[in-house]
């Protein structure tokens, strides 16, 4: 545990950092980790992965060349993903049995999804096809939709 | 749990049935055990035997609830439509599967496969939902035979290669100037790369129709856009925003060169100095000069022999890379004109 440096006595006879503290930092990684319950909790195998597993036990859920070494774009890549991602979320509301996967090959959007049986297929049509005519509008480029729907989400392991 | 009841029942309807219904309806029923069989229970996609695991759980437990409350919910709701794969066919063209590229897509491709780290006593998740599947690339629109068939389609747009250029030489001999540009292939919204710009053009010095002045000329002006050793000139434009511009200026400085090769200005006659040649010759130095002089000191003796020798040996060094055998002739050639020995290698 690291000591301040200036004892707190210091600052308590000091009217201007009355309100300062001084504790030692909690260095705790919270980010994309699902907290471990007594496992009731029902998680799938994108969520059961924490981040440092990606690229050796799970994949990655963009895929395009702007990762890659000495290429360009990588920061608008990720500001649209993640437009792309807050939109499907809104408009097939709860659908999303896992992450939305991302792909991009040449100037092609391609979302993939496996969905959950939430909504009637009629609407699930009519809602692909609004998806794809606005997003590429808004991107200027093709974007494609591929859905597959399943029962229940995917479960991994309980946690 | 849920797995064996359903076997169970479909074996009684089964036995029930045979007499009654169709074969048809009994090969559905058929098909729907195996696809449970097969992908075993949703309750967890990695453990190979979850009806057992179910059992094992407290029924009291916060775990054994949640996961007789899915189950029970599963078992509400109606069965999905039996998938793509128990209805193809085994001769079937499965390139009208996969026509292009496509995610996996786990209805329609026909094996068993798994992916993924399995959990504690486990197995790799089955493909039913499984996001890392999807996620990775795959080749299965990119089948020998899909390939063979895009062959043949694209066989219709092919011409026929010219007769006369079989060869590298032939191809360089007919078509001396040589263009270099790249494309790019990324995933951006716009197809147009910055780096597509760049144009290159080479051509071989030998191919144009120069005089040795003109030659010459072009050397001093391109500078290090010649390469000595190839005998090529590259002649690279990166200035304007696109490619066909920067084709247009290269091509554009290379007759400028062309042209400005062949002018003599008139300060290019007289105030040309030795280090301006592009190699050394005896005649356009002062040596000679200097060689008249030696001969006359030494009373007009015959030395043309020895002068011969200073001539090419001197030359040779000048003209050439400097190796210890040029500069040892070149040292031989001096003593011999001077008529002194050799001196003894020191020991």
């Given at each position: 545990m690291r000591k301040p440096v200036v004892s707190s006595r210091v600052f308590q006879s000091l009217p201007c950092l009355h309100s300062f503290h001084t504790s030692s930092n909690l260095e705790k990684v919270v980010a994309g980790r699902v907290k471990v319950s007594k496992g009731e909790k029902p998680v799938t195998y994108e969520k059961a992965?924490?981040?440092?597993?990606?690229?050796?036990r799970k994949s990655w859920n963009s895929h395009h060349?702007?990762?890659?070494?000495?290429?360009?774009?990588a920061a608008e890549r990720t500001l649209e993903d993640f437009f792309i991602r807050k939109f499907i979320d809104g408009t097939l509301?709860?659908?999303?049995?896992t992450d939305l996967i991302i792909k991009r090959r040449a100037n092609r959007i391609f979302l993939v999804a496996i969905m959950l049986?939430?909504?009637p297929p009629q609407k699930f049509y009519f809602l692909i096809g609004y998806t794809e005519e606005l997003l590429s509008h808004w991107f200027k480029c093709p974007v494609k939709m591929e859905v597959q729907i399943v029962d229940e989400k995917p479960i991994y392991k309980w946690l | 749990m849920m797995c064996c009841r359903m076997a169970a029942s479909q074996r009684k309807l089964q036995q029930f049935s045979?007499?009654?219904?169709?074969y048809s309806h009994l090969r559905y029923q058929l098909t729907k055990k195996q696809v449970c069989r097969h992908h075993?229970?949703?309750?967890?996609?990695?453990?190979?035997?979850?009806d057992s695991e179910i059992e094992k759980?407290?029924?009291?437990?916060l775990r054994g609830k949640a996961m007789r409350a899915m189950q029970d919910r599963l078992r509400k709701r109606h069965p999905m439509p039996s998938s793509r794969e128990n209805r193809m066919?085994?001769?079937?063209?499965?390139t009208n599967v996969y026509p292009t590229a496509a995610s996996f897509k786990w209805s329609a491709v026909p094996l068993s496969v798994r992916m993924g780290y399995p959990v504690n006593r486990g197995i790799p998740p089955h493909k039913?939902?499984?996001a890392e599947l999807l996620k990775i690339p795959n080749f299965?629109?990119?089948t020998p035979l899909a390939i063979k068939k895009h062959c043949a389609a694209l066989k219709g747009f092919c011409t026929k290669w010219p007769?006369?250029?079989?060869t590298d030489e032939l191809c360089d001999e007919h078509f001396p100037v040589a263009i270099e540009t790249s494309d790019y292939v990324f995933s951006?919204?716009?197809?147009?790369?910055?780096?597509?710009r760049l144009v290159q053009v080479k051509l071989k010095?030998?191919?144009?129709?120069?005089?040795k002045h003109a030659r010459w000329k072009l050397i001093q002006l391109v500078g290090d856009l010649y390469n000595k050793e190839t005998d090529e000139l590259c002649i690279s434009a990166?200035?304007?925003?696109v490619k066909q511009q920067n084709l247009d200026y290269a091509m554009y400085l290379l007759s400028v060169l062309f042209h400005e090769a062949h002018i003599t200005e008139p300060w290019e006659e007289t105030e040309q100095?030795?280090?301006?040649?592009e190699e050394y010759t005896w005649e356009s130095g002062k040596r000679e000069e200097n060689l008249m002089r030696i001969k006359r000191r030494m009373h007009n003796k015959e030395i043309s022999s020895a002068e011969e020798e200073l001539k090419t040996a001197y030359t040779q060094v000048c003209n050439n890379k400097e190796t210890s055998e040029s500069i040892g002739s070149y040292k031989r050639a001096v003593l011999n004109l001077f008529g002194l020995k050799e001196p003894a290698p020191e020991t």
């Open positions: 992965n924490f981040p440092f597993q990606i690229g050796v060349t702007g990762n890659l070494e000495d290429e360009d774009g509301h709860q659908c999303l049995a049986r939430r909504l | 045979l007499s009654f219904w169709s075993g229970s949703l309750v967890s996609t990695s453990l190979p035997d979850v759980v407290s029924v009291h437990s066919a085994e001769d079937q063209d499965w039913l939902g499984n299965l629109h990119l007769d006369g250029l079989n951006s919204p716009s197809l147009r790369c910055p780096k597509a010095l030998s191919k144009l129709p120069l005089d990166d200035r304007c925003p100095t030795e280090e301006d040649m």
